[in-house]
């Protein structure tokens, strides 16, 4: 079973702005502080680009996680997606949207997953993978914003 949410962003910044943002290494490690997240291998400063993969370094629920995932697709200004290559979840791919509004952006972010495990992984999603990943990915559009 695949799980999946949507988070959106408003943001005083231009789409082009906000954009490359999102795709900031460095504003994602700076974002993810609390989670001692960093960036080992691959790209790991600088903006991330079409086909490029980083692998990230992360504590979450007290465990040490790895997570590598590349950038599948890429339309600048207007969106991006990230997928997992390896890592804890039998499949990840986040799609970023952005769009232009009278007082600056818009950005979406697309959230889909599917645990490992089997039925004990359904019920994680459901009871506790979600709601985590749906505020992770809140806050750090928040950050991405300038609105934390």
Known sequence: MTVSFVCRTESVLP????FDLARSIDLHVESQQGSRERAVDGV?????GQGQEVMWRARHFGLPLTMSSRVTALDFPRSFVDEQVRGPFKSFR?????????????????VEFTAPFGLLGRVLEQMV????????????????????
Do not use: C, K, N, W
Not at 15 to 18: D, F, I, M, Q
Not at 44 to 48: A, E, F, N, V, W
Not at 94 to 110: K, N, P
């Open 44 to 48: 790991t400063s600088g903006l991330i």
């Open 94 to 110: 986040h799609v970023h949207e952005f769009e232009a509004t009278a007082g600056g952006s818009i950005m979406t972010d697309r």
């Open 129 to 148: 993978l979600r709601r985590y990943l749906q505020r992770l990915i809140r806050d750090r559009g928040r950050f991405v914003a300038g609105l934390e």
């Open 15 to 18: 789409p082009e702005r906000l």
